[in-house]
């Protein structure tokens, strides 16, 4: 399993962090941690979520 930080996740996304923690917020995204100042997401959660947002784009 590979994890990816806050940051790691943004650029993936083309987000910036503050709008990954409003997703985690949201609900949207599930870190595999709940630490307060920092998140540690699974790739393959990520890749998943980028597809899905991809396609409701098109």
């Known amino acids: 399993?590979?994890?990816l930080s806050t940051k790691e996740v943004a650029k993936?996304?083309?987000y910036t962090a503050r709008n990954?923690?409003?997703l985690v917020k949201?609900?949207?995204?599930s870190p595999v941690n709940n630490h307060?100042?920092?998140f540690l997401?699974?790739?393959k959660e990520i890749d998943l979520f980028n597809s899905k947002k991809e396609s409701?784009?098109?």
Do not use: V, Y
Request: no cysteine; proline share 0%; aromatic share 18%.
């Open 56 to 58: 409701n784009e098109k």
């Open 1 to 3: 399993m590979t994890f």
């Open 36 to 38: 307060k100042e920092f």
């Open 20 to 22: 990954i923690a409003f």
């Open 12 to 14: 993936r996304l083309g």
């Open 26 to 29: 949201a609900g949207k995204l």
């Open 41 to 43: 997401f699974d790739a």
